[in-house]
């Protein structure tokens, strides 16, 4: 699986959009953009994940570069409880739900 | 709620003991995985079962030795452990292959070796 670059921390303030950045320069043609996130002393928990196109769900949005090399995930409207650890994750299609973890960012959200 | 449970929540054991640890799921997925966090350090997969079969052991010491009897439960045993065992122990589940196999997590089993 390809290898992920994520900035070790960032802030944001409640209400406000946070935007996690994460490079991927080697990423396969086969491999999805998956992310994750942490809540203190919780399971990781699943929040998005996509190929090539944009995506939305309920919780948040996936931009994914033309090139794929990088891709950002927005949460709209930050609020306390989304304070975590996000990873971004790339793995192939065929290797079931095996994830391999960074470091991730950790996300502060503060009033 | 995940779908996914783990227990106990917290376990202490000593050194000589032996324990076991436990995961659940009803989601009806195939695979079954377990995975460790130290502190400071990002989990590390441990072991993958598909369809109760172990496909994967990530070079794991023999101290900690799984079992999947059906596709529902998933057992870590635990004998002879070391102090620098202890750790967040997490159980996952997912369907199978295919991109929309996200796992779902249980919320693991804090584990202290003294």
């Known amino acids: 699986d390809a290898k992920t670059t994520q900035p070790t921390s960032m802030d944001c303030a409640e209400g406000r959009a946070a935007n996690l950045p994460c490079n991927h320069s080697?990423?396969?043609?086969?491999?999805?953009v998956y992310w994750y996130r942490q809540i203190h002393s919780q399971g990781p928990q699943y929040i998005i994940h996509g190929l090539k196109n944009n995506e939305t769900n309920e919780m948040a949005s996936l931009i994914i570069t033309e090139d794929r090399k990088s891709s950002t995930l927005i949460l709209p409207h930050a609020t306390l409880r989304d304070t975590a650890v996000y990873y971004c994750?790339?793995?192939?299609?065929?290797?079931?739900?095996?994830?391999?973890f960074g470091q991730g960012t950790i996300l502060t959200v503060h009033p | 709620e995940t779908g996914v449970t783990q227990t106990p929540r917290h376990l202490v054991m000593g050194m000589t003991n032996k324990k076991s640890l436990k995961c659940e799921q009803h989601?009806?997925?195939?695979?079954m995985y377990w995975y460790k966090q130290s502190a400071k350090k990002p989990l590390e997969l441990m072991f993958v079962?598909?369809?109760?079969?172990?496909?994967e052991n990530n070079s794991v010491p023999s101290r900690f030795s799984p079992e999947c009897p059906n596709s529902s439960h998933l057992f870590l045993h635990l004998h002879t452990l070391q102090p620098e065992d202890s750790a967040l122990y997490l159980c996952?589940?997912?369907?199978?292959?295919?991109?929309?196999?996200?796992?779902?997590f249980g919320q693991g089993t804090r584990l202290t070796v003294v």
């Open positions: 079962y598909n369809f109760k079969e172990q496909t």
């Open positions: 996952a589940s997912s369907p199978g292959q295919g991109p929309n196999t996200e796992a779902f």
């Open positions: 080697t990423i396969s043609g086969n491999e999805y």
């Open positions: 989601l009806g997925h195939n695979a």
């Open positions: 994750i790339v793995r192939v299609v065929a290797s079931y739900g095996k994830l391999t």
